[in-house]
């Protein structure tokens, strides 16, 4: 059974850093893009990150670019968000996703709909 599971939120004070993980088990991450969303009491769910096949190829929201980085590991079968310069903006609950990508190494999206598979999400809350 696929399964993406996340862990690393939790609270933190503005201009704090949290890692976030993405954990895949019953299926391997090398034939998926990688994206990671979240989620605002009362707002849309956004794309925050993503990230291709081939890591080299990455996309960041604006509100975030300089501040997050993703990454994969793929021998771990992890996909990461390190995420510094936490403002209270940043508070939702975060999902990774995957969508599979055996066409293109270094395509990914921050379309919501274009992912097949997610996680439960992992809660993030930065305040004082």
């Known amino acids: 059974q696929l399964q993406l599971v996340e862990s690393g939120g939790g609270l933190v004070q503005p201009g704090g850093s949290l890692r976030l993980s993405c954990a895949a088990s019953?299926?391997?991450?090398?034939?998926?893009?990688m994206g990671w969303f979240r989620q605002a009491p009362g707002k849309e769910r956004e794309g925050v990150s993503c990230?291709?096949?081939?890591?080299?190829?990455?996309y960041y929201r604006d509100s975030v670019k300089g501040r997050f980085t993703v990454s994969r590991d793929n021998a771990k079968n992890t996909v990461y968000l390190q995420m510094n310069s936490l403002k209270p903006e940043d508070t939702a609950l975060y999902y990774c996703a995957a969508v599979l990508s055996t066409s293109n190494w270094r395509w990914c999206t921050l379309g919501q709909y274009d992912y097949d598979y997610w996680g439960q999400g992992t809660q993030v809350t930065v305040s004082s």
């Open positions: 990230i291709a096949r081939s890591d080299g190829t990455t």
């Open positions: 019953g299926f391997s991450l090398n034939a998926f893009a």
